[in-house]
Structure formats: C-alpha cells, structure tokens
C-alpha cells in the first residue's frame, strides 16, 4: 500500500503562487504514475495534472500554462507548481497514485491523499 501526504496548501491572493507537495511511502515510488485532482465545494472532484513513471505530463486546460506538475524519485516526492493563481482555483487538492499508464480519472487512481486547502482570494 502507498500513502500520500499532501503539504503546502494555504491562502493566497490572486496573481500568487503556491507550491504544493506530496510525501509517497510504502511501495517504490517510481512505479507509479502520479496525479493532482481538486474538489470545490458543491462540484465533482477533477483532474488537474499527472506525471507518468516516463515523467511525461499532461495538464487541464483549465491549468496548462500556470501549474507545473513534477516528480523527485529519490526523495518520494510530487510537487504542484502553482503560478497566476485565480478565484476559481480555490479547492481541496488531492494527490493521487495510479499504476495504470494514466492518471486523469479517478477512476484510474488507486491511492488518495487527504487533501490540503487552496484559498485565493480576489
């Protein structure tokens, strides 16, 4: 089993930015493709980035541009770059693991982290 533990969400003015992280432990990190999903209040949880073991990305329209997905193998570690952040990006996020070739389902994800809070205020 693998488990997640997101950091470094918080409150941010729109036009800032946050980088958000995400400690993997318990089955080798570099076997699974990696991805960022985020839930606004009263919406369906969506897709917002992933990183295949390839470290190919693929991004969201909705954040291509301004989010920038990475991986550090050594140290377990999935980051969330995340530039012009606006109101509308104001949600939980989750990081997610899949050992599926992709990862912008959640159907296709097989370890959730708990979340941690964005706030961008206008």
């Known amino acids: 089993q693998v488990q997640l533990v997101e950091s470094g969400g918080g409150l941010v003015q729109a036009g800032g930015s946050l980088r958000l992280s995400c400690a993997a432990s318990?089955?080798?990190?570099?076997?699974?493709?990696m991805a960022w999903f985020r839930q606004a209040p009263g919406k369906e949880r969506e897709f917002v980035a992933t990183?295949?073991?390839?470290?190919?990305?693929f991004y969201a329209d909705s954040v291509k541009g301004r989010f920038a997905i990475s991986r550090d193998n050594a140290k377990n570690t999935v980051y969330l770059q995340m530039n012009s952040l606006r109101p509308e990006d104001t949600a939980v996020y989750f990081c997610?693991?899949?050992?599926?070739?992709?990862?912008?389902?959640?159907?296709?994800?097989?370890?959730w982290g708990q979340g941690t809070q964005v706030t961008v205020s206008s």
């Open positions: 997610a693991a899949a050992s599926a070739l992709v990862a912008t389902s959640s159907r296709s994800v097989d370890y």
């Open positions: 990183i295949r073991r390839t470290s190919v990305t």
């Open positions: 318990g089955r080798t990190f570099s076997n699974y493709a």
